[in-house]
C-alpha cells in the first residue's frame, strides 16, 4: 500500500464511474492537502498585497513570500535568497532569460546550441532571439536510445556557442540528458547555459552550485505546487548584468519624468503584484517533497518505471520511445504508440476507465519529426502512483485495437 495517497484528495475521486488513475504528471502534479490547507490558510486569514503596506496583513505577507524564496533558494543551494526569482511557470522564466540576456548580449554570427528534444517553451524563445540577432540555432540529436551522445556534445558546442539551453529530463522520453558533461564543455567555450528542471525536480535533488549551471527554470504545479507560481534562478553576475523583462510597480528603486533607476534583483524582474498564494504553496510543497524524501521517491519511481515499461513490452502492437529498458538513465515519462491507433483516440477509450493520460506532440514537434510521428501516447509516474495504477492502465490498453474492431 502506498503510503501517500491518502494526502491526496484527488486521486479518490471518480472519472466515468471509475476510481481516477492519474498517469499524467509530467503535464501536472496534484497536489497534497497540505499544499492547499497552506494556500486556503493564506487568502483566508492574511491575504495582503505584499511590499506595499506597513500594516500587519501586508507585513505577513511580504514575510510568507519572502520566506518561499529563502525556502526555494535552499532548496536548490542557490549562494543568495536574491538569485531567486519568482515568475508564473517555468515558461515565463525562460522567456525572460532570452529576452534580457539573449537580445542584449549576443550578436550577428553567434550560435545558440540546443537538443531538438526541447519542449517548445525552452526553442521558440531562441528562435526568437535567432531572428532577432542574426544568431544560429545549432541543433544537438539523440540516438536510437534518446541520449545526448559525447560526440554531440563535443562537435554542435563550439567557440561561436554562446548558450546552450537543455532540458534536464526531456518531456516525451524521459532521458535524463548527460548535465554535467554539457555545462563543462559549455564552459569551456565561455558559453553560458540555461536548464530546464521543469521535468527533473519533481524526481531529482538540484543543487545549482554543484551542477554549476547559470540558470535553472522550473514550474511549482509540476512539483506538488499551485499553478501559477515558478522559479528563475541566475548566477548573481548575470541578473545584476541583466536589464528587467517587464516594466511597472515594484520593480523601481526611483522614477523621474524622464527615466527610472530599477531595484536590484530580484525586485527589478518581479514588477507587479506577485502571486504570494502560489509561492506559499511552493514553499509548502518543498517541505513535503524534503519530507518525503528525494531518496524515497527515487526507489518508488523507479520501481514503477520498470514495471510499466515491462508491462507495455509484452503488449503486442506498442512501441516504446527512447530506452526502453534501462531505467537508470530515464524517469518515469514514457512515450508510446499504439499501431494503427491515433493516439488521441487511446486517450479518450483510457478515460472511459478514468485513466487519464497524454496524447499529442507534447509540445516537442521537432522532436516529434525526427522520431517519424506526428503524436504519441504518455503516461508519466510519479510517487503516489501504484503498481495497480499500471495494472488498471494496462489491462485497459490492451482492450483499445479489440474496441474499434481490429483483430490482433
Given at each position: 500500500?502506498?503510503?501517500?495517497?491518502?494526502?491526496?484528495?484527488?486521486?479518490?475521486?471518480?472519472?466515468?464511474?471509475?476510481?481516477?488513475?492519474?498517469?499524467?504528471?509530467?503535464?501536472?502534479?496534484?497536489?497534497?492537502?497540505?499544499?492547499?490547507?497552506?494556500?486556503?490558510?493564506?487568502?483566508?486569514?492574511?491575504?495582503?498585497?505584499?511590499?506595499?503596506?506597513?500594516?500587519?496583513?501586508?507585513?505577513?505577507?511580504?514575510?510568507?513570500?519572502?520566506?518561499?524564496?529563502?525556502?526555494?533558494?535552499?532548496?536548490?543551494?542557490?549562494?543568495?535568497?536574491?538569485?531567486?526569482?519568482?515568475?508564473?511557470?517555468?515558461?515565463?522564466?525562460?522567456?525572460?532569460?532570452?529576452?534580457?540576456?539573449?537580445?542584449?548580449?549576443?550578436?550577428?554570427?553567434?550560435?545558440?546550441?540546443?537538443?531538438?528534444?526541447?519542449?517548445?517553451?525552452?526553442?521558440?524563445?531562441?528562435?526568437?532571439?535567432?531572428?532577432?540577432k542574426?544568431?544560429?540555432?545549432?541543433?544537438?540529436?539523440?540516438?536510437?536510445?534518446?541520449?545526448?551522445?559525447?560526440a554531440?556534445?563535443?562537435s554542435?558546442?563550439?567557440?561561436?556557442?554562446?548558450?546552450?539551453?537543455?532540458?534536464?529530463?526531456?518531456?516525451?522520453?524521459?532521458?535524463?540528458?548527460?548535465?554535467?558533461?554539457?555545462?563543462?564543455?559549455?564552459?569551456?567555450?565561455?558559453?553560458?547555459?540555461?536548464?530546464?528542471?521543469?521535468?527533473?525536480?519533481p524526481?531529482?535533488?538540484?543543487?545549482?552550485?554543484s551542477?554549476?549551471?547559470?540558470?535553472?527554470?522550473?514550474?511549482?504545479?509540476?512539483?506538488?505546487?499551485?499553478?501559477?507560481?515558478?522559479v528563475?534562478?541566475?548566477?548573481?553576475?548575470?541578473l545584476?548584468?541583466?536589464?528587467?523583462?517587464?516594466?511597472?510597480?515594484?520593480?523601481?528603486?526611483?522614477?523621474?519624468?524622464?527615466?527610472?533607476?530599477?531595484?536590484?534583483?530580484?525586485?527589478?524582474?518581479?514588477?507587479?503584484?506577485?502571486?504570494?498564494?502560489?509561492?506559499?504553496g511552493?514553499?509548502?510543497?518543498?517541505?513535503?517533497?524534503?519530507?518525503?524524501?528525494?531518496?524515497?521517491?527515487?526507489?518508488?519511481?523507479?520501481?514503477?518505471?520498470?514495471?510499466?515499461?515491462?508491462?507495455?513490452?509484452?503488449?503486442?502492437?506498442?512501441?516504446?520511445?527512447?530506452?526502453?529498458?534501462?531505467?537508470?538513465?530515464?524517469?518515469?515519462?514514457?512515450?508510446?504508440?499504439?499501431?494503427?491507433?491515433?493516439?488521441?483516440?487511446?486517450?479518450?477509450?483510457?478515460?472511459?476507465?478514468?485513466?487519464?493520460?497524454?496524447?499529442?506532440?507534447?509540445?516537442?514537434?521537432?522532436?516529434?519529426?525526427?522520431?517519424?510521428?506526428?503524436?504519441?501516447?504518455?503516461?508519466?509516474?510519479?510517487?503516489?502512483?501504484?503498481?495497480?495504477?499500471?495494472?488498471?492502465?494496462?489491462?485497459?490498453?490492451?482492450?483499445?485495437?479489440?474496441?474499434?474492431?481490429?483483430?490482433?
Amino acid at each position: 500500500m502506498n503510503p501517500y495517497r491518502d494526502d491526496f484528495p484527488i486521486l479518490n475521486e471518480q472519472i466515468n464511474g471509475k476510481n481516477l488513475v492519474y498517469l499524467d504528471n509530467a503535464a501536472t502534479t496534484q497536489k497534497p492537502v497540505s499544499v492547499l490547507q497552506a494556500v486556503d490558510e493564506y487568502y483566508h486569514t492574511f491575504n495582503a498585497n505584499p511590499r506595499r503596506g506597513l500594516y500587519q496583513l501586508s507585513v505577513r505577507a511580504t514575510e510568507a513570500y519572502e520566506n518561499a524564496r529563502h525556502a526555494v533558494k535552499e532548496f536548490i543551494g542557490a549562494q543568495e535568497d536574491g538569485e531567486v526569482i519568482f515568475t508564473r511557470n517555468a515558461t515565463e522564466a525562460l522567456n525572460l532569460i532570452a529576452y534580457s540576456y539573449g537580445l542584449p548580449f549576443l550578436q550577428e554570427g553567434d550560435e545558440i546550441a540546443l537538443p531538438v528534444s526541447e519542449h517548445h517553451s525552452n526553442l521558440v524563445p531562441w528562435q526568437m532571439v535567432a531572428r532577432a540577432k542574426g544568431v544560429k540555432l545549432n541543433f544537438l540529436y539523440p540516438d536510437e536510445f534518446g541520449c545526448i551522445t559525447d560526440a554531440e556534445i563535443e562537435s554542435k558546442i563550439t567557440s561561436k556557442t554562446k548558450i546552450v539551453a537543455f532540458a534536464h529530463v526531456s518531456n516525451v522520453l524521459g532521458t535524463v540528458n548527460p548535465v554535467e558533461k554539457i555545462v563543462q564543455k559549455a564552459h569551456r567555450v565561455g558559453a553560458v547555459t540555461v536548464l530546464d528542471c521543469a521535468q527533473s525536480i519533481p524526481h531529482y535533488s538540484i543543487n545549482v552550485k554543484s551542477l554549476d549551471v547559470d540558470f535553472i527554470a522550473f514550474s511549482g504545479h509540476k512539483m506538488l505546487a499551485p499553478m501559477g507560481i515558478g522559479v528563475l534562478y541566475g548566477k548573481r553576475e548575470l541578473l545584476g548584468k541583466m536589464p528587467p523583462f517587464l516594466m511597472g510597480g515594484e520593480m523601481i528603486e526611483y522614477v523621474y519624468e524622464q527615466n527610472s533607476i530599477f531595484a536590484p534583483s530580484p525586485q527589478k524582474f518581479e514588477a507587479g503584484t506577485q502571486n504570494v498564494g502560489g509561492a506559499i504553496g511552493l514553499d509548502r510543497a518543498i517541505r513535503y517533497l524534503n519530507q518525503v524524501g528525494y531518496e524515497t521517491i527515487g526507489k518508488i519511481e523507479s520501481e514503477l518505471t520498470a514495471y510499466a515499461l515491462k508491462g507495455l513490452g509484452e503488449i503486442p502492437h506498442v512501441a516504446v520511445y527512447g530506452n526502453a529498458s534501462n531505467t537508470q538513465e530515464r524517469c518515469g515519462v514514457i512515450s508510446f504508440n499504439l499501431k494503427e491507433v491515433h493516439p488521441h483516440d487511446v486517450s479518450s477509450i483510457l478515460d472511459l476507465d478514468g485513466i487519464a493520460i497524454r496524447a499529442g506532440h507534447h509540445c516537442a514537434q521537432p522532436l516529434m519529426k525526427y522520431l517519424g510521428v506526428s503524436a504519441t501516447c504518455r503516461i508519466s509516474l510519479s510517487f503516489y502512483n501504484t503498481k495497480e495504477d499500471i495494472d488498471i492502465f494496462l489491462t485497459s490498453l490492451k482492450k483499445v485495437r479489440g474496441w474499434l474492431g481490429y483483430e490482433d
